[in-house]
C-alpha cells in the first residue's frame, strides 16, 4: 500500500459507532455472497420460512432474498436490486466492490481520522477516473463479431448446464443475427423472450411463444401467412346491474340495441382488415363480439398489457386504440400460428424480416428450471452490453489494471489520494476473489500479473496466466460501469452516516411541523 503524507490533510476524530455498525452490517452480507463471485464461486443453500430450500449461486437471487433488518444493509441489497435492474448481471461484483470501498474508507476513517467528506470526494474523483479508463480499453464489437459467443461464454458457461445454456442463447442470438429486419437495432432484450417451464425440453423458437389455455374447436389449431392486428380498446359489454337500474323498458332495450349494433360494427371492421388473428388488451371483452369474431374464423386472443407492448415491438406493429382506426391499423402477416393444445402454448412465426426469438427454458424441476432461466438472463444481457458499451478482459484483469492506473494517480498526492485509493483496493478486489474462490493463492499470481499488461489475468479453467481477451474470458464493459457507480453512490452514503435515529413517518407528524421539516427522535 502506498504511504500518504497525511499530515498537510486536516483531520477530525468523529463519532464513529454508527460506522463501525454499519460497516459490520454491510459486510456480513457480502461475506454471504463473495464466494459466489467468478467460474469456481460456491453455491449457498437458501430455506424459506415454509422450509422450501433451494441451491443457488447466483449473487442477486441470494441478495434479494436475505431477510435483513439493518438499514443499513439493506442499502447493499438495494446495490443488488438497482444491479439487476439495470444490467441483469454484475451483482456479485458490484456487492464485493461496496464492501471492498467500504471497508477500505472505515479503516482510514476509524484508523487515520481521515473525515469522511474527505474520502468521499477522492472516491469520486477515483469513481470518474475509472469509468473513463473502462471506456477508452472497451474494444467495440458488432453482432457480426465471433467475441459476442464468447462474452456470452464467460457470462452463463460456468454455471449449471453451462454449455446448453450457452448453445441456448447463442442459437437465440443467431437467429436474430440472421433476420432480414434490420431497419432497426436489435435489442437483445426486448427481442428474445424467456419462459421458465420445468415440465417442457428447452426449445428456441423463431418467433413469439404465447402461454394460454384455449379451446374451440371452430378454430384450426394451425394458420399459414396468417394477418394479425393488435388492439387495446374499451370492448365491454352492457353489464346487467346496469341495464336493471334502468327502470325504463324502452331505454334498456334501445341500450341494447345500440350495443349490438356497435358490436356488429367493429366486428365487420375487424374482418374488412383481412386479419386472421386479433391480439386485444381489454379488462372484459364483449361475449357477442368473440362470438362474431370467431364465426369470421378470426382468433380473438386476450393479452395482458406487457404481453401487448411485446408482441408490438416483436412484430414492429401499431396499437390500434380507437374503433374508427381499426380498418387504418397495420395488418402485420406471420408465417403461421401454432396451438399446443397439450403444452397450453401458441407458436407465433416470424417471417423472415421478423425478429423476435423465445427461449423455452426447461429443467428437471421448477428450482433448476429457475436457476437455469437467470443463466440465460446474465447471457443476454451481458451480450447486450457487450454490443451497447464493448467488450473488457474479464477475469478482474481490467479491473486490476485500472486499481494500478489509480494508484499511479493518487501517488501524487494531495487531499484526494486516500479517497482514489479507497476504489483502486477495492477494483483489485474483484481478481483477488476469483483467485480465492477458485482455490489459488491470490497474491502470488496476482504480483506476477501486476508487471503485465491490462489484459493478462488468470484462466480460471487453465489455471494458467494468460491474455483474457485472447483466451476469450470477456466481459462488458457496460455491466463493470453500472456496478461501480452503484457500489459508490452506497458506499458514499454509508460513510457519511454518523448516526441512525429513529425517525416517526410523515404521517404521525407531530402538529405545527412544516411536511418537509425533519422529524426525529433520538
Ligand atoms: P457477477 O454476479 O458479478 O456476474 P459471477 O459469479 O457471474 O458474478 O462472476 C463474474 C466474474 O467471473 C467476471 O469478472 C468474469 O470475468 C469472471 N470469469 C468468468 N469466467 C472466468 C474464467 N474462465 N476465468 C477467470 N474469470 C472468469
Ligand atoms: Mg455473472
Request: charged share 25%; aromatic share 4%.
Amino acid at each position: 500500500m502506498v504511504e500518504h503524507n497525511v499530515s498537510n490533510i486536516q483531520t477530525q476524530k468523529i463519532e464513529n459507532t454508527a460506522l463501525e455498525n454499519n460497516c459490520a452490517a454491510v459486510l456480513s452480507i457480502a461475506d454471504t455472497v463473495r464466494t459466489t463471485l467468478g467460474p469456481k464461486g460456491l453455491d449457498k443453500l437458501l430455506v424459506d420460512e415454509l422450509g422450501n430450500r433451494f441451491i443457488t449461486n447466483d449473487g442477486a437471487t441470494i441478495m434479494l432474498s436475505i431477510k435483513t433488518i439493518h438499514p443499513v444493509a439493506k442499502m447493499v441489497v438495494e446495490i443488488a436490486d438497482r444491479q439487476e435492474a439495470k444490467s441483469g448481471d454484475g451483482t456479485t461484483t458490484a456487492v464485493v466492490l461496496a464492501a471492498e470501498m467500504l471497508k477500505e474508507g472505515k479503516r482510514l476513517i476509524t484508523d487515520m481520522g481521515i473525515h469522511p467528506t474527505l474520502i468521499v470526494r477522492g472516491m469520486e474523483i477515483g469513481i470518474q477516473r475509472s469509468i473513463e479508463l473502462l471506456k477508452q480499453m472497451a474494444v467495440k464489437i458488432d453482432i457480426e463479431d465471433a467475441r459476442l459467443a464468447q462474452v456470452i461464454t464467460t457470462a452463463a458457461g460456468s454455471r449449471m448446464d453451462g454449455d446448453q445454456v450457452v448453445s441456448l442463447v447463442s442459437e437465440a442470438v443467431s437467429l436474430l443475427k440472421n433476420s432480414k429486419g434490420k431497419k432497426r437495432m436489435i435489442n437483445f432484450k426486448k427481442s428474445i423472450l424467456l419462459i421458465n417451464k420445468p415440465e417442457l425440453e428447452d426449445l428456441v423458437f423463431d418467433g413469439f411463444v404465447l402461454q394460454r389455455q384455449f379451446h374451440d374447436p371452430q378454430i384450426s389449431n394451425q394458420l399459414h401467412n396468417v394477418g394479425v392486428i393488435l388492439a387495446k380498446m374499451d370492448l365491454k359489454e352492457s353489464r346487467e346491474s346496469w341495464t336493471m337500474e334502468m327502470k325504463n323498458y324502452d331505454d334498456v332495450v334501445r341500450m341494447k340495441e345500440n350495443q349490438a349494433r356497435i358490436t356488429k360494427e367493429i366486428s365487420d371492421s375487424i374482418c374488412r382488415t383481412g386479419a386472421g388473428i386479433l391480439f386485444i388488451s381489454s379488462p372484459q371483452v364483449d361475449e357477442l363480439l368473440l362470438s362474431n369474431l370467431l364465426v369470421k374464423n378470426i382468433l380473438p386472443i386476450h393479452v395482458s398489457n406487457e404481453e401487448l407492448l411485446t408482441i408490438a415491438y416483436a412484430f414492429d406493429m401499431q396499437v390500434i386504440r380507437r374503433k374508427e382506426d381499426i380498418e387504418r391499423g397495420t395488418v402485420v402477416t406471420i408465417k403461421s400460428m401454432c396451438y399446443d393444445e397439450e403444452k397450453g402454448l401458441f407458436f407465433f412465426e416470424n417471417l423472415a424480416q421478423q425478429n423476435v426469438v423465445t427461449i423455452i427454458i426447461g429443467g428437471a424441476t421448477k428450482v433448476t428450471s429457475q436457476e437455469r432461466w437467470r443463466s440465460v438472463k446474465d447471457g443476454i444481457s451481458a451480450a447486450q452490453s457487450a454490443l451497447n458499451d464493448g467488450i473488457v478482459a474479464g477475469g478482474g484483469a481490467v479491473e486490476l489494471c485500472i486499481s494500478e492506473k489509480l494508484k499511479e494517480k493518487s501517488l501524487n498526492g494531495g487531499v484526494e489520494s486516500l479517497g482514489i485509493e479507497v476504489v483502486a483496493h477495492a477494483l483489485s478486489s474483484i481478481m483477488r476473489q476469483i483467485l480465492t474462490n477458485a482455490g489459488f493463492s491470490a497474491f502470488e499470481k496476482m504480483t506476477e500479473i501486476r508487471n503485465k499488461s491490462g489484459e493478462y489475468g488468470i484462466n480460471i479453467n487453465t489455471g494458467k496466466i494468460e491474455n483474457m481477451l485472447e483466451a476469450g474470458v470477456i466481459d462488458s464493459a457496460g455491466i463493470k460501469i453500472n456496478a461501480l457507480k452503484s457500489a459508490a453512490e452506497i458506499v458514499k452514503a454509508v460513510l457519511r452516516i454518523d448516526r441512525i435515529l429513529i425517525a416517526h413517518s410523515p404521517h404521525n407528524a407531530v402538529v405545527g411541523k412544516s411536511a418537509n421539516e425533519p422529524n426525529l427522535k433520538g
